[in-house]
């Protein structure tokens, strides 16, 4: 049998909690250590999820030689720089979105990650649920000819005042937040349109209080083939449920995800026809965040390829970058360690 992968978590974030603790129980993962700037706070999410230790920092947690692995879900500012740390570290790295604060740092962590022989790995987990690969698969099979129109869109009441991602110096805002997401299934989808897109236009709206903080921003893009996309977030969507969608529009139907970010909650794949029927599939309601560990366990147990690299990182990062200067906003920067 293949040893139980042992990760180390930087941090007592909230997302921990969905997107490591619950999918380490299902697939047998031993969350050996947590560390976070408050031994409080670390010790409380040890004893709350079954954590075997805590130690006093980051730094002590990445000399831990029982952690092979190490989850980071810290704030975005800090992604980067504790991502690089970890692989000099010479651990392999699962780090939420987005992998760092702008491109320049994402490039700095992926020829790092290179340079030890790790894998690191982006925590966009979508595209490891079974309802990604059926997405492509009717792409590919020609279901609904060629693309000629992807729209994602992610969006969501606004998390309240305090909420640590309205703040500019941990690279906060609704594109590093939301629209990550909506531009990571865009640039996926390059695959299928003829390569990357390039940047058309765009609109933001700022924060009040919060200059070059982007509490909405949206993007049109084009792929070579010529076919368009639009994307990005907003974090004060009027009402709820949040709205996480893709709409894939060919010229013979489309393909519409409801909750493309979140399958586990609607797995819905719908197949619309221009004659107006549909078909409706169900490729799964099990997490995408559990087939995210899995797949990161492969690759650290078995080299398996990652989509969601830190090559496909320095992608993702560099569409961030350009939607913020798009918009007339400056890309993000790293946050004080």
């Known amino acids: ?10 941090g007592a974030a909230r997302i921990a909690g969905l997107a490591m603790v619950s999918p380490a129980r299902a697939t047998g993962t031993r969350l050996v250590a947590v560390a976070a700037r408050d031994t409080g706070r670390a010790e409380a999410f040890a004893a709350e999820h079954g954590v075997e230790r805590v130690h006093a920092s980051y730094d002590e947690l990445l000399a831990d030689p029982e952690v092979e692995a190490v989850y980071n879900p810290l704030p975005n500012g800090l992604h980067g720089q504790w991502n690089r740390r970890a692989v000099e570290a010479g651990k392999h ?15 700095t962590v992926r020829d790092a990650a290179r340079a030890a022989g790790v894998v690191f790995m982006e925590g966009f987990h979508y595209p490891y649920h079974p309802f990604w690969h059926r997405v492509t698969g009717l792409i590919e099979e020609g279901a609904i000819g060629e693309i000629r129109d992807v729209e994602c869109t992610l969006s969501m009441p606004d998390p309240g005042a305090d909420d640590p991602r309205w703040r500019l110096d941990l690279a906060g805002g609704a594109t590093m937040d939301l629209g990550c997401y909506s531009l990571s299934a865009i640039a996926l989808l390059g695959e299928y349109a003829g390569g990357a897109p390039s940047f058309t236009g765009g609109r933001v709206q700022e924060r ?3 200059p070059g903080v982007d509490e909405e921003l949206w993007v049109d893009l084009a792929y070579p083939s010529g076919a368009t996309a639009h994307g990005g977030g907003s974090m004060v969507r009027p009402t709820a449920p949040a709205d996480f969608h893709l709409t894939v529009t060919g010229s013979e139907g489309t393909i519409h995800v409801p909750r493309f970010a979140l399958p586990h909650e609607d797995d819905r794949v719908i197949l619309r026809r221009p004659d107006g029927t549909e078909t409706v599939e169900h490729p799964g309601s099990r997490s995408s965040y559990t087939y995210q560990l899995e797949a990161f366990a492969a690759a650290v147990r078995h080299r398996a390829a990652v989509l969601t690299d830190a090559a496909f990182a320095v992608e993702v990062m560099e569409l961030i970058d350009g939607a913020y200067r798009t918009v007339g906003l400056e890309p993000r920067q790293p946050a004080r360690s």
């Open 208 to 210: 009040a209080g919060a």
């Open 93 to 107: 790295v699962l780090s939420e979105k987005p992998s760092a604060a702008n491109a320049d740092e994402a490039r």
């Open 1 to 10: 049998m293949t040893e139980p992968l042992r990760i180390g978590i930087l």
